[in-house]
T-cell receptor, first 112, second 115 residues
Framework: ETGVTQTPRHLVMGMTNKKSLKCEQH?????MYWYKQSAKKPLELMFV???????ENNSVPSRFSPECPNSSHLFLHLHTLQPEDSALYLC???????????FGQGTRLTVV | AQTVTQSQPEMSVQEAETVTLSCTYD???????LFWYKQPPSRQMILVIR??????QNATENRFSVNFQKAAKSFSLKISDSQLGDTAMYFC????????????FGEGTQLTVNP
């Protein structure tokens, strides 16, 4: 248990659905991240938040919309996804953007 | 459940020298993959090297090589001719061989290469 909790653990959604992934940490960290792990590709950084401000967006399609309402919570809102978006989505947090990251267990997303 | 342990939170090495990062894991699976990821200050996760458990030959990628000891469940990373750009956090990770399995990460080792 790293202190970073992701819900749900598994999610199946249709291409027209809207769903959200949630990440929560009570480690007192100020930076949070979303990563995507696809079946045959290395881990990809999607978004970086520092002090609730988005500091990086690595060319992620607009059908993925992050939200960081406070330093303890990070959401990834999903809308009109494609089957190729099926992957494991990992959340991580760190004290600041220069410190060691702690990873959640991930949400396994399947788009049908 | 799988566990991955990196017992060295921090390491340092002089430029051009060799350093070895340790990783041990625990699993009851017979089919799995092991990885070393590098995380520079940009926070990207860069795949350094990958090893299939069924392969006895140790994986090598340029200056990076592993010592995979399956019976001992050990998977260390050796970096030869260390460069300043190798300074980063290094994560060891485990993945079951079934399709779509998640990565289980170790705690990470912060490597600093000194000039």
């Amino acid at each position: 248990e790293t202190g970073v909790t992701q819900t749900p653990r598994h999610l199946v959604m249709g291409m027209t659905n809207k769903k959200s992934l949630k990440c929560e940490q009570h480690l007192g960290h100020n930076a949070m991240y979303w990563y995507k792990q696809s079946a045959k590709k290395p881990l990809e950084l999607m978004f970086v938040y520092s002090l609730e401000e988005r500091v990086e967006n690595n060319s992620v399609p607009s059908r993925f919309s992050p939200e960081c309402p406070n330093s303890s919570h990070l959401f990834l809102h999903l809308h009109t996804l494609q089957p190729e978006d099926s992957a494991l989505y990992l959340c991580a947090s760190s004290q600041d953007t220069a410190s060691k990251a702690f990873f959640g267990q991930g949400t396994r997303l399947t788009v049908v | 459940a799988q566990t991955v342990t990196q017992s060295q939170p921090e390491m340092s090495v002089q430029e051009a020298e060799t350093v070895t990062l340790s990783c041990t894991y625990d699993t009851s699976e017979s089919n799995y993959y092991l990885f070393w990821y590098k995380q520079p200050p940009s926070r990207q996760m860069i795949l350094v090297i990958r090893q299939e458990a069924y392969k006895q030959q140790n994986a090598t990628e340029n200056r990076f090589s592993v010592n995979f000891q399956k019976a001992a469940k050990s998977f260390s990373l050796k970096i030869s001719d260390s460069q300043l750009g190798d300074t980063a956090m290094y994560f060891c990770a485990f993945m079951k061989g079934t399709s779509g399995s998640r990565l289980t990460f170790g705690e990470g080792t912060q490597l600093t290469v000194n000039p």
